[in-house]
Antibody, heavy 125, light 110 residues
Framework: EVQLVESGGGLVQPGRSLRLSCAASGFTFDDYAMHWVRQAPGKGLEWVSGISWNSGSIGYADSVKGRFTISRDNAKNSLYLQMNSLRAEDTALYYC??????????????????WGQGTLVTVSS | NFMLTQPHSVSESPGKTVTISCTRSSGSIASNYVQWYQQRPGSSPTTVIYEDNQRPSGVPDRFSGSIDSSSNSASLTISGLKTEDEADYYCQSYDSSSVVFGGGTKLTVL
């Protein structure tokens, strides 16, 4: 059974940092690209970042580019999101999502077949 | 980047058919696959349609997807509506640099 378990969320002040983790199990982690998708309270889904199976291709939404860094450790079956210079508008439930393909990047047409339950990040003073 | 525009909400009675649209703002709707996700309250999204019109195993054939190049839009059609179909539905596609979601449509089955 595929499981994606996010952790690391919490209350943080504006301008501070937070690191999210996603522990994956039930599939061969290094065969697939992975993504972070967020959902602000009462709002829709927003893609945040994606990373290919070997970290060779990475992408970010314009709203987080330069502030967030996605990474993965295939030996630990884990996905990470380092979030710096956090803003109030980053407040959201952050989902880890598995891609159906191994490659993320130009021509890949990604989509998600499994999602975690999310970890809540609240940015407030 | 392009945008995907969905109606904010739709409602229909049980047993009826409803169609949710997803219009691409620029570029061809046919240039990248469209997916549809269902999100029930308090739950994570699940895929109901992928690659424009494919159903994952376990999704009933009451769910179907299509694209229309003339209107540059994709559609999700749910027939034989059940109360359990009440949820938010999101379309999703991709361009050369990022994944794009539509704003979501709240389906009420009343």
């Amino acid at each position: 059974e595929v499981q994606l378990v996010e952790s690391g969320g919490g209350l943080v002040q504006p301008g501070r940092s937070l690191r999210l983790s996603c522990a994956a199990s039930g599939f061969t982690f290094d065969d697939y690209a992975m993504h972070w998708v967020r959902q602000a309270p009462g709002k829709g889904l927003e893609w945040v970042s994606g990373i290919s199976w070997n970290s060779g291709s990475i992408g970010y939404a314009d709203s987080v580019k330069g502030r967030f860094t996605i990474s993965r450790d295939n030996a630990k079956n884990s996905l990470y999101l380092q979030m710096n210079s956090l803003r109030a508008e980053d407040t959201a439930l952050y989902y880890c999502a598995k891609d159906v393909r191994d490659y993320y990047g130009s021509g890949s047409s990604p989509f998600f077949d499994y999602w975690g339950q999310g970890t809540l990040v609240t940015v407030s003073s | 980047n392009f945008m995907l525009t969905q109606p904010h909400s739709v409602s229909e009675s049980p047993g009826k058919t409803v169609t949710i649209s997803c219009t691409r703002s620029s570029g061809s709707i046919a240039s990248n696959y469209v997916q549809w996700y269902q999100q029930r309250p308090g739950s994570s999204p699940t895929t109901v349609i992928y690659e424009d019109n494919q159903r994952p195993s376990g999704v009933p054939d009451r769910f179907s997807g299509s694209i229309d190049s003339s209107s540059n839009s994709a559609s999700l059609t749910i027939s034989g509506l059940k109360t359990e179909d009440e949820a938010d539905y999101y379309c999703q596609s991709y361009d050369s640099s990022s994944v794009v979601f539509g704003g979501g449509t709240k389906l009420t089955v009343l």
